[in-house]
């Protein structure tokens, strides 16, 4: 006679399912913002998470370790902020003609104005010299490292397994990384019940662009020119990180005018640009110039013209 039968047996572990609901596609974000998702188990097993970002399209990923929450009564450490070397005060000629090297729309412009036919012999060295610690300056931002790795304990103190969080959301600080155009994942670990054979799973988010720096206007002031007709020429470049949304000017406060670069679109990262005043009246005036970025970044300056 069979009393009884005792079968033991280990489920099959099924995968876990994510979804990212922060951002969406086409956001601009600046300084902190909240990543979010959304995580369920089949097997009601215990969720943890990891996020990562990358800024090459997927290629290479980094670890976002700053959680929202930290765990009962510690907190956390300040973050590092390295410090980025100061910008040459004077043009370095090694440094001019590497940045002119990797970027042929700066050599395009500097030898445009190298070539200006309006400008007397001392105009135009005072507005290359100008040019040229532009140019420095701007492949001293772009040859930085990169913001070392955290050392070991040094991140944010995590409650479930080192990088690991329970929650559902994650702040991300975007002044720690460059402005650009960024993918953010998050990978989904049902290890915590399942050591031995855990299972994961990803979502990975539509571009979202990171924008923390605001664009650089400059107008070479000693290559304004007035001529015989009362107009004023002015000639400057434009430099932003992210797409430049459009420019105007206006003088002595008067209406907006659109400001268009030299190629006729706000399509690059150098975009330089010349404008032509209407006829102005004898004396002293003001040019007022206003770039916009599109993450709404507004960059102005203001230009004195003197008409004899």
């Known amino acids: 006679m069979l009393r009884q039968v005792v079968i033991s047996y280990l489920p099959r572990n099924r995968p876990p399912t994510v979804a990212l ?3 969406t596609a086409g956001e601009f974000w600046r300084g902190k913002h909240e990543i979010k998702w959304t995580g369920s188990d089949p097997d009601k097993d215990t969720l943890t998470y990891q996020v990562f970002s990358s800024s090459d399209n997927g290629e290479t990923w980094t670890r976002i370790g700053d959680r929202i929450q930290s765990p009962p009564g510690s907190a956390p450490p300040p973050p590092h902020r390295p410090v980025a070397p100061s910008p040459p005060s004077a043009a ?5 003609a ?10 395009q412009f500097r030898a445009d104005l190298a070539a200006t036919p309006d400008l007397s012999e001392e105009d135009r060295q005072q507005a290359l010299q100008q040019a040229d610690e532009l140019i420095a ?5 772009n ?9 070991a304990g040094a991140a944010a103190p995590a409650a479930h397994g080192e990088g690991n969080t329970r929650e559902s959301s994650l702040r991300w600080d975007t002044t720690q990384v460059p402005d650009g155009t960024y993918l953010l994942k998050v990978v989904a670990s049902d290890r915590a019940s399942n050591p031995i054979d855990p ?19 400059v107008c070479f002031t000693h290559a304004v020119k007035t001529g015989a007709d009362r107009k004023a020429l002015v000639a400057g470049i434009a430099e932003g990180r992210i797409p430049i949304q459009g420019a105007q000017y206006r003088i002595d406060g008067g209406d907006w005018t659109a400001l268009v670069p030299s190629d006729g679109i706000w399509d690059g990262r150098f975009e330089p640009w010349s404008l ?5 009246s004898a004396g002293p005036h003001q040019l007022e110039l206003k770039l916009v970025d599109a993450a709404g970044y507004v960059t102005t ?3 004195p013209i003197a008409v004899p």
């Open 137 to 141: 300056r701007l492949g001293s931002e």
């Open 276 to 280: 032509t005043t209407p006829a102005l």
């Open 92 to 96: 370095d000629p090694q440094a001019v």
């Open 301 to 303: 300056q203001m230009v």
């Open 98 to 107: 590497h940045a002119l090297a990797e970027n042929p729309v700066l050599a």
């Open 199 to 217: 299972l994961t799973a990803e979502a990975i988010s539509d571009p979202v662009v990171v924008a923390n720096q605001p664009p650089h206007l």
């Open 21 to 23: 609901s922060t951002p």
């Open 143 to 151: 040859n930085r490292p990169p913001n070392p790795p955290a050392a």
